[in-house]
């Protein structure tokens, strides 16, 4: 799993980094698709940088050996996931709000936006609430929730690929609905994966020993 969660976020992660290297790199040129970002850079930088550590670092936390074998890793791990995913998710509302909204994308995409970057952040601090109480179960199923909004932008580019091939780049309520798609593929997985529990052994029942009364010789 954590292979595969690497690999999903590859593309998204490869493109950040691109986009980091232009904004600090200098001599980039300015264009209508990235003047938003030269003329206020801080809070995209800080997205890039807290989005992608988040699900390169999130992804060993579904890995169970590594957790079972070195649990201070996984708690070290967390308490850097924790200030990571609230930097990307408030970072990205910020720019969702004060950002010039690009042509391609339309109102309801903003809203959208907005729902789910709130949702990324109530899924941390209730994750960080449980872990608080000791509730375990509750911990790992809101920190999951919110790693699977977090990972919306690889599943995205699995959601717009094929419209891309056939029809070319979506805008307004097409693209609304790809990028919703994203993140709701991956919260379904994740309550799927929730709530499915491994099977009990059965136990098999001990035949008590007869006893066996003996009459005494008399």
Same mark, same amino acid.
């Given at each position: ?35 938003r ?21 999130g ?7 590594? !957790? %079972? *074998?070195?649990?201070?890793? &996984? #708690? =070290? ?7 990571? @995913? /609230?930097? $990307? ?17 339309d ?21 960080v609430?449980?872990? !608080? %109480? *000791?509730?375990?179960?509750? &911990? #790992? =199923? ?7 909004? @977090? /990972?919306? $932008? ?23 609905l ?19 529990r ?21």
């Open positions: 799993m954590p292979v595969g969660l690497i690999m999903l976020s590859a593309v998204p992660v490869i493109a950040g980094a691109a986009r980091f290297a232009e904004l600090t790199g200098g001599g980039a040129t300015v264009t209508p698709h990235n003047a970002f030269f003329a206020s850079p801080a809070p995209v930088l800080v997205h890039i940088v807290g989005a992608s550590l988040y699900c390169l670092l992804a060993s936390q579904f890995a169970r050996g590594l !957790r %079972r *074998r070195r649990p201070g890793w &996984h #708690r =070290a791990a967390g308490r850097l996931l924790i200030p990571l @995913g /609230l930097a $990307a998710a408030l970072s990205g509302l910020w720019m969702t709000l004060f950002y010039p909204r690009p042509p391609i994308d109102q309801l995409l903003t809203g959208v936006r907005l729902v789910f970057g709130s949702a990324m952040i109530g899924c941390i601090v209730l994750g609430a449980a872990i !608080r %109480r *000791r509730d375990i179960a509750r &911990h #790992r =199923a809101w920190m999951a929730r919110g790693y699977a909004i @977090g /990972l919306g $932008a690889g599943t995205q580019v699995l959601t717009h690929l094929p419209w891309i091939l056939l029809v070319g780049q979506p805008d307004g309520l097409g693209r609304t790809l990028m919703v798609a994203g993140w709701v593929i991956n919260l379904a997985v994740t309550e799927w994966a929730l709530r499915k491994p099977a009990k052994p059965t136990r098999t029942a001990r035949t008590a020993p007869t006893r066996v009364d003996v009459p005494a010789n008399r």
